[in-house]
């Protein structure tokens, strides 16, 4: 599937001019991408990103920025 032809989400907390993180679902799998590059993308199953969004709010990566 071309990436035209998927639905790419974002934070409605993002600006026109800043650098967010877009989110869409293809072929079953989450996919994220940053605003300012289309590429590279990275996959995730549904569980992988379900551990990944509990374990941001749980402050796992609270350190990394």
Do not use: H
Not at 42 to 53: G, M, Q, V
């Amino acid at each position: 599937m071309a990436v035209s032809e998927v639905s790419w989400r974002r934070s409605t907390i993002c600006t026109s001019n800043s650098s967010c993180v877009e989110v869409c679902l293809r072929n079953g799998r989450v996919v994220v991408r940053s605003t300012l590059s289309a590429q590279p993308e990275l996959e995730f199953t549904p569980d992988e990103w379900n551990i990944f969004i509990t374990d941001i709010k749980c402050g796992v990566y609270a350190g990394l920025i």
